[in-house]
């Protein structure tokens, strides 16, 4: 019996389980009024969650390379945190909101999490400023699917709108 036991052992070692397939994230945007894109980045160090700020050298930020093609591969029950950055090359403030975020396919929305930016808030900003947000996106141990496309729309607004929803920045609750 203790033979049969270090046998099954043995091969469990030498045949580890077969690791959970990845999934394809890709992260999109849809502009409505404002003109600057947001660009993905790997972050350096551990920021916090949904620090948000601006700032005048893209070297402030805590950011290290470009996710390519706004994409990245998670498995289930897997976290990535990175970077939104958004360049203000204008003399003018930009003001915007995030609506909230839709999946593509839907069937495969079932497990995910995104701490983003769609939090009932608006964002400023400056001319010739670098506004950026740390964000994370969660797949639970339990998701389903080959690829996942989140997108979120950014409408541009004036500054008395912005006033109105731009207090704080805005944490979601958790």
Same mark, same amino acid.
């Given at each position: 019996? @203790?033979?049969?036991?270090?046998?099954?052992?043995?091969?469990?070692?030498?045949? !580890?389980?077969?690791?959970? %397939? +990845?999934?394809?994230?890709n992260?999109?945007? #849809?502009?409505k009024?404002?003109v +600057? !894109?947001v660009?993905?980045y790997? $972050?350096?160090?551990? *920021?916090p969650?949904?620090?948000?700020?601006?700032v005048?050298?893209?070297a402030?930020? %805590?950011?290290?390379?470009p996710?390519? /093609?706004? /994409?990245?591969?998670l498995? *289930?029950?897997? #976290?990535k #945190?990175f970077?939104? $950055? $958004?360049?203000n090359?204008?003399d003018? %403030?930009?003001?915007f909101?995030?609506?909230p975020h839709?999946?593509?396919p839907? &069937?495969?929305?079932l497990?995910? @999490?995104?701490?983003?930016?769609?939090v009932?808030?608006?964002?400023?900003?400056? !001319?010739?400023e670098?506004w950026?947000r740390?964000?994370?996106? #969660?797949?639970?141990?339990?998701?389903?699917g080959e &690829?996942l496309?989140?997108?979120?729309?950014?409408?541009?607004?004036?500054?008395?709108?912005?006033a109105?929803?731009?207090a704080?920045v805005?944490? !979601?609750?958790l």
């Amino acid at each position: 019996m @203790k033979r049969l036991l270090v046998a099954l052992l043995l091969a469990a070692l030498a045949c !580890p389980a077969e690791a959970a %397939p +990845a999934t394809k994230v890709n992260i999109a945007w #849809r502009y409505k009024d404002f003109v +600057a !894109p947001v660009m993905l980045y790997e $972050v350096k160090g551990q *920021p916090p969650l949904w620090h948000t700020a601006s700032v005048t050298n893209l070297a402030a930020i %805590p950011i290290g390379d470009p996710i390519a /093609s706004s /994409s990245f591969q998670l498995v *289930p029950g897997q #976290r990535k #945190r990175f970077a939104l $950055v $958004v360049q203000n090359i204008s003399d003018q %403030p930009l003001y915007f909101f995030a609506a909230p975020h839709t999946a593509h396919p839907e &069937e495969e929305a079932l497990g995910f @999490k995104f701490k983003c930016l769609c939090v009932n808030h608006a964002y400023t900003i400056g !001319p010739k400023e670098i506004w950026y947000r740390i964000v994370e996106f #969660r797949l639970s141990q339990d998701f389903i699917g080959e &690829e996942l496309t989140i997108t979120h729309t950014l409408i541009g607004i004036d500054k008395k709108r912005a006033a109105s929803f731009s207090a704080e920045v805005s944490l !979601p609750d958790l």
